[in-house]
Each structure stands twice: as C-alpha cells, then as structure tokens.
C-alpha cells in the first residue's frame, strides 16, 4: 500500500468501519435525515433524539457504503452523543477543516476523529467523509421530521 493510502485507511477507522457503533434505527427520534452521495454510492440514515436542553440524547444511523463513509458515521456519533447544540456545531467545523485542510489547528478537539485526516489527500472521499455531518448539520437546523440530503447540491 502507498504511504497516502496507508494514512487513508487507519486502523482505527477500519474498525469503525467493520464493528459501526450506534448501529440501527432510532424509534423514537425526533428527525431522520437521509444522506446520499450518489458519486460512490453511499448512502447514510440518520435518526436523533435532543434532550430538553436541545443536546444530541441519541443519536443512531444506518446505511451502506465505502468504509469511510460507514466509518466516518460511526465515529460521529460516538462523538457527538450528548453533546450540545453548539459544542455539535464546533466539533463539525473542526471535522470539516481536519477533513478538507491542512491547517490542523483544531483537530485536538477531534480525538480519535483525527484518524480521519488522510482524507484530505483524496477530494473524492471527502465527501463520503462529511456524508454523515451534513445529515447532522441538517438535523439541527431542522429538528423534527424526516428529510433527505444529497452530496450533489442543486
Ligand atoms: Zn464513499
């Protein structure tokens, strides 16, 4: 394997990838966000339940895709369970710029989501990266009801 791709598929995130956590349907979430990105295939659902503070209680997803995609989802939402609306918003931006720059300034926020930072060498697989924080940048904005997301903005 090249080095770049090496950095790509880090262990932890094959992991994430093989044994995804919070795996499954939500049944009582507030919103359901349908996320595809149809340039690889990746499809991503996700389901979130906000406490009476408007923090992320639960949060769950399903799907099927590249590794990244699954794993990249995984990760989220171990990360961002209970946590609130804001430190939600922080981390996400702090993912997007691990993800697409190479300023890293952030990143000791992300913890094991820094694994993720080989991405930035492959433009294609950002977006399966980010496939699963829009679904929950669009939960947050939307808060309840089901919606669906794609990759490839109208
Ligand atoms: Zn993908």
Not at 14 to 34: K, Y
Not at 51 to 77: E, N, V
Request: proline fraction near 4%; include cysteine; aromatic fraction near 4%.
């Amino acid at each position: 394997m090249n080095p770049e791709l090496e950095e790509l598929y880090q262990e932890v995130i094959l992991d994430h990838a093989r044994r995804p956590r919070n795996f499954g349907e939500l049944p009582d979430a507030a919103v359901r966000v349908h996320g595809d990105n149809p340039i690889c295939g990746d499809e991503i659902h996700v389901g979130v339940k906000f406490g009476p503070d408007g923090s992320l209680q639960d949060i769950k997803f399903t799907g099927h895709g590249c590794a990244i995609s699954q794993a990249s989802a995984s990760m989220m939402t171990t990360k961002l369970k209970g946590k609130s609306r804001d430190e939600t918003m922080s981390i996400l931006c702090a993912f997007h710029d691990l993800v697409t720059s190479e300023t890293n300034d952030a990143s000791k926020t992300l913890g094991d989501l820094r694994a993720m930072k080989g991405v930035r060498k492959f433009p294609q697989r950002v977006k399966c990266a980010m496939l699963s924080w829009r679904a929950i940048e669009q939960a947050l904005q939307q808060t309840r009801g089901e919606l669906t997301i794609t990759t490839e903005a109208a």
